[in-house]
T-cell receptor, first 110, second 114 residues
Framework: SQQGEEDPQALSIQEGENATMNCSYK?????LQWYRQNSGRGLVHLIL?????REKHSGRLRVTLDTSKKSSSLLITASRAADTASYFC??????????FGKGTTLSVSS | GAGVSQSPRYKVAKRGQDVALRCDPI?????LFWYQQALGQGPEFLTY????????KSGLPSDRFFAERPEGSVSTLKIQRTQQEDSAVYLC????????????FGPGTRLTVT
C-alpha cells in the first residue's frame, strides 16, 4: 500500500518557471522526504523535513510541511531542463521503511 | 565514493524460473532495504535488514520471495518460480545508522518475466 499521494500526477513547464508539487499522506509521521528519479535511474534523496519543522530550504528547493493537514509541498525555483524527472514524497512511520507516493512527473522544456 | 550497486541491471526470466538479484550497499551502512517498483508507480517496501538480521519482511508479496544478508553487507533477493506479475524494477537502498532515515538507492534491477 502507498501512503502518499502526489499532486499533480504530471506537470509541464518552461525553463525558468517555478514548479510546485504537493503530497498528502494518511497517518502520523516522524519525517517526510522528497526523492527524484530520472528515467531509468535510481532514486536520489533531495530533502528531509522532520515532523516538528514547517519549512526547509536546500538550494533551489523549498519544502513545507503541514502536519495538521497531513500535506507537504515541494517548490523548485527557476527550473532547468535537468530538473525533468519524477518526484516522490516518502514518509517514515516506523523508523525503518519508507512509504512512497505514486509520484509527480515533471517535464521542463527549454 | 562508491554508491549502492546492484546486479544484474536487467534480467529476463521465463515464467517459472528462479532469479537472484544482488545488492552491494555503501560500505559501513548497517541498514539495507529492498523495494519493488512497478511501472508508473512509486517504490513499495519489501524487506529490511539491520546488519545480518532481517527485522521486517512484511512487504514480501509471497513465500516465493526470499532475501538474505548473511554477513551484514551484500544482500540477495531471490524470487522462486517467477510469475509475470513479478515484472518490476527491484531497488535496493542502504542507510547509515546515525543519519536518520535518509536512504541511498542503487540503480535497480529491471526484471521482466515472459
Amino acid at each position: 500500500s502507498q501512503q502518499g499521494e502526489e499532486d499533480p500526477q504530471a506537470l509541464s513547464i518552461q525553463e525558468g518557471e517555478n514548479a510546485t508539487m504537493n503530497c498528502s499522506y494518511k497517518t502520523s509521521i516522524n519525517n517526510l522526504q522528497w526523492y527524484r528519479q530520472n528515467s531509468g535511474r535510481g532514486l536520489v534523496h533531495l530533502i528531509l523535513i522532520r515532523s516538528n519543522e514547517r519549512e526547509k530550504h536546500s538550494g533551489r528547493l523549498r519544502v513545507t510541511l503541514d502536519t495538521s493537514k497531513k500535506s507537504s509541498s515541494l517548490l523548485i525555483t527557476a527550473s532547468r531542463a535537468a530538473d525533468t524527472a519524477s518526484y516522490f514524497c516518502a514518509t517514515d512511520q516506523a523508523g525503518t521503511a519508507l512509504i512512497f507516493g505514486k509520484g509527480t512527473t515533471l517535464s521542463v522544456s527549454s | 565514493g562508491a554508491g549502492v550497486s546492484q546486479s544484474p541491471r536487467y534480467k529476463v526470466a521465463k515464467r517459472g524460473q528462479d532469479v537472484a538479484l544482488r545488492c552491494d550497499p555503501i560500505s559501513g551502512h548497517v541498514s539495507l532495504f529492498w523495494y519493488q517498483q512497478a511501472l508508473g508507480q512509486g517504490p513499495e517496501f519489501l524487506t529490511y535488514f539491520q546488519n545480518e538480521a532481517q527485522l521486517d519482511k512484511s512487504g514480501l508479496p509471497s513465500d516465493r520471495f526470499f532475501a538474505e544478508r548473511p554477513e551484514g553487507s551484500v544482500s540477495t533477493l531471490k524470487i522462486q518460480r517467477t510469475q509475470q506479475e513479478d515484472s518490476a524494477v527491484y531497488l535496493c537502498a542502504s542507510s547509515p545508522e546515525d543519519r536518520g532515515n535518509e536512504q541511498y538507492f542503487g540503480p535497480g534491477t529491471r526484471l521482466t518475466v515472459t
